[in-house]
Nanobody, 122 residues
Framework: QLQASGGGLVQDGGSLRLSCAAS????????MGWFRQTPGKERDFVAA????????YYADSVRGRFTISRDNAKNTVYLQMNSLKPEDTAVYYC?????????????????WGQGTLVTVSS
């Protein structure tokens, strides 16, 4: 299971840190990702991190503002979001990719958390 938390309301230019705690599986072997979704739209890739934490991937829209990291001892992956913009408003989902090396497609992820809402006000 994946449990996302840390969403909330923040002003334009503010910061938030999302957390995703994993339980019941071999977290240390999972590649992890964050996606986001707004009503009526596809779930979009935000960031991903390989199981070892050594390689990260970002969507162009968040590169330089967001940082994904993981603590395998705590079975947790994080998404530090800085310089937030109103267009970052979405429900953010964490996901585990247990069998693929394709990180930017939501269909490659087989475990999903429940989502946490991030609202950035202008």
């Amino acid at each position: 299971q994946l449990q996302a938390s840390g969403g909330g309301l923040v002003q334009d230019g503010g910061s938030l840190r999302l957390s995703c705690a994993a339980s019941g599986g071999t977290f240390t072997s999972y590649n992890m990702g964050w996606f986001r979704q707004t009503p009526g739209k596809e779930r979009d890739f935000v960031a991903a991190i390989r199981w070892s934490g050594g390689t990260t991937y970002y969507a162009d829209s968040v590169r330089g503002r967001f940082t994904i990291s993981r603590d395998n001892a705590k079975n947790t992956v994080y998404l530090q979001m800085n310089s937030l913009k109103p267009e970052d408003t979405a429900v953010y989902y964490c996901a585990a990719n247990t069998r693929s090396l394709i990180f930017r497609r939501h269909g490659e992820y087989d475990l999903w958390g429940q989502g946490t809402l991030v609202t950035v006000s202008s």
